[in-house]
């Protein structure tokens, strides 16, 4: 279940079952509000954490001040004393954050997060410096999956607050989608379902693939729930499986959610092995 | 696209390449024109290069053809670099790599060996702004110099490496000027 969200961020392995370790490619989570965007990095960072083939570098200019979720998997310390926190406050420190990459010493990221792109683009930096950013950040990753090797590649998320209404106005927008085909995109959600916060989070590979969707809740708990998005939904019901990830159904909250050989806490395990190593 | 090329681009260098690895197997001699025939159909720099004897006399002139009609006047212009030697591998001991393109200004430019980026002007405003190009000739030069394998290699240490990643930015803030913060509201 929680690789599946992995998966709903790293984009990719849902569509390819068959590959170990692969991350997927490179995402830009946007719009919602960057509470959401924080909380849904952060659980992916857990996950990859649990996965074992690496370490996780999350990247953000304000330090976090309390943990964004609260859920079963959060509360695993040693999940969290995997992921390595870093804050520069500047686009000149990211830069050199990144461009230092190599010099940083194991073990290497298999997930690199960068959260509150907006805040670094308010410095109002020229075209050629967000290209330059944007192509640093896939260079970084990419020299992680090298040094990774067997391990798999590393896999790579950006998350830019944006206002959709005014997002032909987001600086270098344009620009950042042609370093990121795949997208992730956070609506807030009309229906609400009575939830503390609820998002639909659409998933797009690129131009020509089709859009997966998925419902994204968030529980005054702390606990965060991700479900297939129906467009007529008026209940989180257990849905019927089938082989497909993006149909599972899932949940890091309180209620535990029927599935194939779901353990007590709610953590379903992924059904194709992806965290194998070869 | 700044992150691959399109697929009819990749077949087109390959082929290419393929086409030089060929004649590379003629003795020398026979791989140096000293005469142009009439009949090639290439630009009027492309006849400047030949009469140099550059590698383009090993190109088929479809191939020549196809790649000036994708890249323009890059084509020519990056197989002259090519020509030159002027890209240049740098590595460190970490295994990360980064390249370098000596311009025909003398001007030499980074670009990122993993998705396009080139630190030329032409790039930020053909490729980038414009979306004219898909690549500036150094990132095309590059890619040739992969598949025609003549490369120059250079070792840096770690150090050095990141030196020269960050090169490029302080180049880039001072054409930006000094730094405006938004104040949020």
């Known amino acids: 279940m929680a690789e599946a969200l992995r998966r709903v961020l790293n984009a990719g392995c849902a569509a390819r079952p068959g590959e170990d370790g692969a991350a997927g490619p490179p995402l830009l989570l946007l719009g919602a509000p960057r509470s959401a965007q924080t909380s849904l990095l952060f659980a992916a960072a857990l996950e990859a954490a649990g996965e074992g083939r690496g370490s996780v570098l999350f990247v953000t200019r304000r330090p976090l001040q309390s943990l964004p979720l609260s859920t079963p998997t959060a509360r695993e310390h040693w999940r969290l004393q995997k992921v390595r926190f870093q804050y520069p406050s500047s686009i000149q420190e990211l830069l050199q954050l990144l461009a230092s990459a190599h010099e940083a010493p194991a073990p290497t990221p298999s997930l690199l997060l960068l959260d509150g792109l907006e805040e670094y683009l308010a410095e109002d930096p020229s075209a050629q410096e967000a290209a330059y950013l944007a192509a640093l950040l896939l260079d970084t990753a990419a020299f992680f999956s090298h040094r990774l090797g067997a391990n798999g590649s590393c896999g790579l998320v950006v998350a830019l607050e944006t206002q959709k209404e005014a997002e032909a106005d987001a600086p270098h927008l344009a620009l950042l989608k042609r370093y990121f085909p795949a997208q992730c995109r956070l609506q807030p959600d009309a229906l609400g379902l009575g939830q503390h916060c609820c998002l639909r989070a659409s998933l797009e590979l690129g131009k020509l693939s089709p859009r997966t969707e998925w419902s994204v809740s968030f529980l005054p708990c702390g606990e965060m729930k991700v479900t297939p998005w129906l467009a007529q939904a008026s209940k989180l019901s257990p849905e019927k499986k089938d082989s497909s990830a993006g149909s599972q159904s899932l949940t890091l909250g309180c209620d535990n959610l029927p599935g194939p050989g779901s353990p007590s806490d709610g953590i379903l395990t992924s059904e194709t092995g992806a965290d194998s190593k070869t | ?185």
């Open chain 2, 1 to 185: 696209m700044a992150v691959a090329l399109p697929e009819v681009v990749e077949e087109l260098l390959s082929e290419m390449a393929a086409a030089v690895r060929d004649s590379a197997r003629m003795p020398s001699e026979a791989r140096r024109w000293h005469q142009i025939p009439l009949d090639r159909n290439v630009s009027q720099l492309g006849h400047e290069l030949l009469s140099r004897g550059s590698y383009l006399v090993l190109v088929p002139d479809e191939l020549l053809l196809s790649l000036e009609f994708v890249f323009g006047s890059s084509a020519i212009q990056a197989l002259d670099l090519v020509d030159r030697e002027s890209v240049t591998l740098i590595s460190s001991p970490s295994g990360r790599r980064v390249y370098q393109v000596l311009g025909s200004s003398g001007k030499t430019y980074t670009c990122l060996a993993s998705c396009h980026y080139c630190s030329c002007p032409a790039f930020s405003f053909s490729v980038l702004r414009k979306s004219d190009s898909l690549l500036c000739k150094h990132l095309l030069a590059i890619y040739l110099s992969q598949l025609l394998r003549n490369c120059q290699q250079l070792h840096v240490s770690d150090k050095q490496l990141t030196d020269l990643l960050m090169e490029d930015t302080r180049r880039i803030k001072g054409a930006a000027g000094t730094w405006t913060s938004k104040t949020e509201a």
